[in-house]
């Protein structure tokens, strides 16, 4: 199952706390993807995910200053 | 599940982004119950720690009221409150850190008779207690319940502290009993440089948390010691006691023991 979580609005560290909420909410295997904007959040909010033992699947470009970052559970 | 506020995702965020400890850590930290025995020296960083932490339940034990002479240690007490409850006065202070804790107040001191009854509410016990008879009360009352705890003890400028889960070590397989009246000085009449009691109740604060989130490896069959005048700490092995009178194979203990205390720490009560 895919989920999404929008962090555009967000500021570090609320960012990956957001989305480890969501990561605690959804089931093993399922995949989320993340919108943030450039800098702190793209750069820290992969990083993380990959460092606490997730998947994380690709980072794309989206518009503008706005990217998808796709995680696995 | 996992429904947490807005406000408390950014008060307990640097827990959150902890891999240990997480979403799931934080909730099982809220839910946890934890009783405090003593508001003084230990009492006071340990409650003050588990209250920032989002603790969800904290009971406090203690049937003293707030000395001027607590507050070069007992750094939950200000000044204006001195002679209210100690309980009272934690509570306060508890509840001005994090509105979210529920604190369970006991205006009592912990004895052979009250003992069981405190603490069968409670996930995890912590000693913050000033003498041996209580230490040995609560380690006593806590193996006839099951439960775990934290046992601390500070003096001068030394401070020891061990961690008891069902089949480890227990205060009596480490001192069998309590030594006899007035041979060991208490603080009040020896004397506690105040940081130590900051250093061993922290230490103690996050036993807790480890044990409630299943963090890393408890101070389990270990004795921590440690003299703040050299800063050497010590780990020291100790042993479940197959004849130890209250966990042992055999248990000759089978009632709680309210021993006799130093006839000057009767004398400060109630102060």
Same mark, same amino acid.
């Given at each position: 199952?895919?989920?999404?979580?929008?962090?555009?609005?967000?500021?570090?560290?609320?960012?990956?706390?957001?989305?480890?909420?969501?990561?605690?909410?959804?089931?093993?295997?399922?995949?989320?993807?993340?919108?943030?904007?450039?800098?702190?959040?793209?750069?820290?909010?992969?990083?993380?995910?990959?460092?606490?033992?997730?998947?994380?699947?690709?980072?794309?470009?989206?518009?503008?200053?706005?990217?998808?970052?796709?995680?696995?559970? | 599940?996992?429904?947490?506020?807005? &406000?408390?995702?950014?008060?307990?965020?640097?827990?959150?982004?902890?891999?240990?400890?997480?979403? &799931?850590?934080?909730?099982?930290?809220?839910?946890?119950?934890?009783?405090?025995?003593?508001?003084?020296?230990?009492?006071?960083?340990?409650?003050?720690?588990?209250?920032?932490?989002g603790v969800g339940t904290i009971g406090i034990v203690d049937g003293d009221v707030v000395d001027l002479s607590n507050l070069q240690r007992q750094i939950i007490h200000s000044t204006a409150d001195i002679d209210?409850?100690?309980?009272?006065?934690?509570? &306060?202070?508890?509840?001005?850190?994090?509105?979210?804790?529920?604190?369970?107040?006991?205006?009592?001191?912990?004895?052979?008779?009250?003992?069981?009854?405190?603490?069968?509410?409670?996930?995890?016990?912590?000693?913050?207690?000033?003498?041996?008879?209580?230490?040995?009360?609560?380690?006593?009352?806590?193996?006839?319940?099951?439960?775990?705890?934290?046992?601390?003890?500070?003096?001068?400028?030394?401070?020891?502290?061990?961690?008891?889960?069902?089949?480890?070590?227990?205060?009596?397989?480490?001192?069998?009993?309590?030594?006899?009246?007035?041979?060991?000085?208490?603080?009040?009449?020896?004397?506690?440089?105040?940081?130590?009691?900051?250093?061993?109740?922290?230490?103690?604060?996050?036993?807790?948390?480890?044990?409630?989130?299943?963090?890393? &490896?408890?101070?389990?069959?270990?004795?921590?010691?440690?003299?703040?005048?050299?800063?050497?700490?010590?780990?020291?092995?100790?042993?479940?006691?197959?004849?130890?009178?209250?966990?042992?194979?055999?248990?000759?203990?089978?009632?709680l023991i309210d021993y006799e205390q130093a006839a000057c720490d009767l004398a400060s009560h109630g102060k």
């Amino acid at each position: 199952m895919t989920h999404t979580l929008d962090i555009t609005k967000e500021h570090c560290p609320m960012t990956f706390v957001k989305t480890k909420l969501k990561l605690a909410q959804i089931a093993d295997g399922d995949i989320l993807e993340v919108l943030l904007t450039e800098g702190e959040p793209l750069n820290n909010v992969p990083r993380s995910a990959t460092e606490q033992g997730y998947k994380v699947l690709s980072v794309n470009h989206v518009d503008g200053q706005i990217h998808k970052v796709t995680i696995q559970k | 599940m996992f429904d947490f506020t807005e &406000e408390e995702l950014k008060r307990y965020s640097r827990h959150i982004l902890l891999k240990d400890v997480g979403v &799931e850590g934080q909730e099982k930290i809220r839910e946890a119950k934890v009783l405090v025995i003593g508001a003084g020296g230990l009492g006071a960083p340990v409650a003050l720690y588990l209250a920032a932490a989002g603790v969800g339940t904290i009971g406090i034990v203690d049937g003293d009221v707030v000395d001027l002479s607590n507050l070069q240690r007992q750094i939950i007490h200000s000044t204006a409150d001195i002679d209210k409850p100690k309980v009272q006065s934690a509570k &306060e202070t508890i509840q001005a850190i994090n509105p979210h804790v529920k604190v369970r107040e006991y205006k009592t001191f912990l004895e052979a008779s009250n003992a069981l009854d405190i603490i069968k509410e409670y996930d995890f016990v912590v000693d913050g207690t000033d003498n041996f008879p209580v230490k040995f009360l609560i380690n006593d009352a806590c193996i006839m319940a099951g439960k775990p705890f934290s046992h601390g003890g500070i003096l001068r400028f030394e401070g020891q502290t061990f961690t008891h889960v069902p089949g480890t070590a227990c205060y009596r397989c480490v001192f069998p009993t309590p030594p006899p009246p007035n041979l060991v000085p208490t603080c009040s009449q020896a004397g506690v440089l105040g940081a130590i009691a900051g250093m061993l109740g922290t230490i103690q604060a996050a036993e807790v948390l480890k044990y409630i989130t299943g963090v890393g &490896e408890l101070l389990t069959d270990k004795l921590l010691t440690f003299n703040a005048k050299t800063m050497d700490f010590r780990k020291v092995a100790v042993k479940k006691r197959e004849k130890c009178a209250i966990c042992g194979d055999q248990p000759t203990i089978h009632t709680l023991i309210d021993y006799e205390q130093a006839a000057c720490d009767l004398a400060s009560h109630g102060k």
